[in-house]
């Protein structure tokens, strides 16, 4: 059986105070609000008062797209799912039942409190309640905070949310450290709103965070990937990375032997400006690069470095082809900035024909026009023109024999057939050799004779 579908025009009209945000309510798509309201009516009509609420209502009062739609009221998870045929429970000893209509699914909620949290992320006791206030006291920030009655247009504000969305502010509901001891994941969430919609943090608010930082050590490794996905793609996310910084969460993300002494010597932030500014969108790799390398001097090892960064990719359990992609990024920029022409053209061209190459050139001109010596800038600049300008035979060169040739020419398998290939392949590189025939007598001038 499907939720009824009202003709979505067919509205009641909104109390006057509330006007504004009604015209808001109503540039949502017709389908998502006639969901909405068809859930509404359905517990209107057994005596419940149904509210959208959390993000949904904080996106409409913004006016910015909407993502998930979730419904809260005092109807328990039993008279849910008696009143909603196609609902089911997805966690209803925490009140929720997710209603399916003929659009998408809402997730249903029961007002509730909330009391404990041994393992960072679970309250120990729920206590369902009456009371949309106690409700709103559980929530993390004020702006999450909001209720909409989408029959009657109410906005219900019981934690002063509308003022801070006002000012830009985010802020928690009641004492930040309680908020971040109940969710470590809250931490992360203070410098994603704040990069996605470029507000300012509470008086304290990144003082508490701080304080608070241990309370990431329980947060899985897959929501602490998936809130860097977002921060990475949002709209502002160098505001996010100095959220991260201040608040010394970085290293607590990454894992030990990342924290920086001094916030304020802390490269990363300008870099990471410059960033967004080249490429509209900022990309998962490089914020992980920004994220591992502490203060971006490039001038420890990379093979001191690699295992660091490597063991703080898996920590955060970064799938094997990202991780391969990050460390190779993070190497060749460091590479870049110490190679010249001609001596290391082969190299170059290397580093630069991979999927990596065009975030390694941007990293290593960002990063020498802001710490490099007089002239580095403008030879990172050179290299990359050059490379631009190779044709494609010089890129990767097709001509080349491949490994079956050379062992018919008596090349064995194993590490001797991989450094002819390699050997070769430089030579054509360099434009030394641009035929296979130059090729095979190359290689019968420097190479080591067929066996």
């Known amino acids: ?249 970085l290293a607590a993300s990454f894992g030990a032997g990342q924290a920086v002494d001094s916030p304020a010597e802390d490269r990363r932030l300008p870099l990471a400006e410059d960033l967004v500014q080249l490429r509209p969108k900022f990309g998962l790799v490089a914020w992980m690069v920004l994220g591992l390398d502490p203060d971006w001097t490039g001038l420890r090892p990379w093979s001191e470095l690699q295992a660091e960064m490597a063991a703080g990719l898996e920590r955060l359990r970064v799938p094997r082809g990202e991780l391969a992609h990050t460390l190779a990024v993070a190497a060749g920029w460091r590479a870049l900035l110490a190679w010249h022409l001609p001596d290391d053209m082969a190299a170059i061209v290397r580093c630069l024909r991979e999927t990596t190459g065009p975030l390694v050139a941007q990293l290593a001109w960002i990063w020498a026009k802001r710490y490099g010596q007089p002239g580095d800038a403008e030879r990172v600049q050179a290299l990359r023109d050059w490379f631009a300008s190779l044709p494609p035979e010089r890129i990767r060169p097709r001509f080349l024999p491949n490994g079956t040739r050379w062992q018919a020419l008596g090349v064995p398998q194993g590490p001797e057939l991989g450094r002819c290939l390699a050997a070769v392949e430089t030579a054509a590189l360099e434009g030394r050799i641009a035929s296979e025939a130059e090729a095979l007598a190359w290689w019968s001038t420097h190479g080591p004779r067929p066996t």
């Open 1 to 249: 059986m499907q939720l009824p579908h009202p003709d979505p025009h067919d509205l009641p009209d909104p109390q006057a105070a509330h006007a504004p945000w009604w015209t808001h309510w109503s540039a949502l798509p017709p389908a998502r609000r006639a969901e909405v309201v068809a859930v509404a009516r359905t517990l209107a009509e057994h005596g419940y008062r149904a509210w959208l609420v959390g993000g949904a209502v904080r996106d409409l009062v913004l006016g910015h797209g909407v993502g998930d739609l979730d419904m809260v009221s005092a109807a328990t998870p039993d008279v849910a799912l008696g009143l909603f045929p196609r609902a089911r429970a997805i966690g209803k000893s925490f009140g929720i039942v997710q209603v399916d209509g003929a659009g998408e699914s809402i997730e249903l909620a029961t007002f509730r409190l909330e009391e404990g949290y041994a393992d960072g992320r679970h309250p120990d006791r729920v206590r369902f309640t009456d009371s949309l206030e106690l409700d709103a006291k559980r929530r993390d920030f004020t702006c999450n905070a909001l209720y909409f009655d989408p029959l009657g247009g109410e906005l219900a504000d019981p934690t002063g949310g509308m003022a801070d969305l006002g000012a830009g502010v985010l802020r928690t509901v009641g004492e930040p450290s309680e908020r971040f001891a109940e969710d470590g994941l809250r931490l992360l969430r203070v410098a994603r709103f704040l990069a996605r919609f470029d507000w300012q943090p509470a008086p304290g608010l990144l003082e508490a965070a701080y304080q608070a930082r241990a309370s990431l050590v329980g947060v899985s490794a897959e929501r602490i990937l998936g809130e860097f996905q977002r921060m990475a793609n949002g709209p502002h996310p160098a505001r996010a990375l100095w959220a991260l910084q201040q608040a010394g969460l």
